[in-house]
């Protein structure tokens, strides 16, 4: 027998459950990886070393010149979320993903440059997934994230 666990996510600004997250075709993001991805690992529902990890993400939010002011969000939903998905005593991951966001299918970047939000006023959040060692295993997909594993 499956058991089919719900777990809450973290997208655009808005948490919801896993299986209600769309992802536009035209998201650069999916179209061709234009975005930075963050890993953080939380023991006993604890983020470790978050704020290193966030500040890492600014860093390469910036590199790649994707403007997105709200990285500090991030960390609290990714704490929030640990919190709503009842893992405050398990092992879990957080999977932040930003994307430059929705625009034409081009390899260039798109002139004038655009804010993670553009064309979509929710703005992307992160990812958990429950530890695979706990048999809870499952990948998160483009652009989201922040789901407790």
């Not at 655009?12 to 953080?40: C, Q, T």
């Not at 879990?92 to 939000?117: N, Y």
Request: net charge positive; proline share 9%; charged share 30%.
């Amino acid at each position: 027998m499956e058991v089919t666990i719900r777990m809450l996510a973290y997208f655009n600004g808005i948490f919801l459950r896993r299986e209600e997250i769309h992802i536009s075709p035209n998201d650069r993001g999916f179209l061709v990886a234009d975005g930075v991805y963050e890993v953080v690992r939380a023991y006993g529902g604890t983020p470790f070393r978050m704020a290193e990890h966030m500040d890492r993400l600014a860093r390469s939010l910036r590199e790649t010149r994707i403007d997105f002011p709200c990285v500090a969000d991030l960390a609290v939903a990714g704490t929030r979320l640990i919190a709503l998905n009842g893992l405050e005593k398990s092992d879990s991951i957080l999977h932040f993903q930003v994307t430059r966001g929705v625009a034409p299918r081009k390899h260039t970047l798109p002139d004038p440059p655009r804010t993670a939000d553009e064309d979509d006023p929710r703005l992307p959040g992160p990812f958990v997934r429950r530890d695979a060692r706990e048999g809870r295993g499952g990948h998160p997909r483009p652009r989201v994230p922040l789901v407790p594993v």
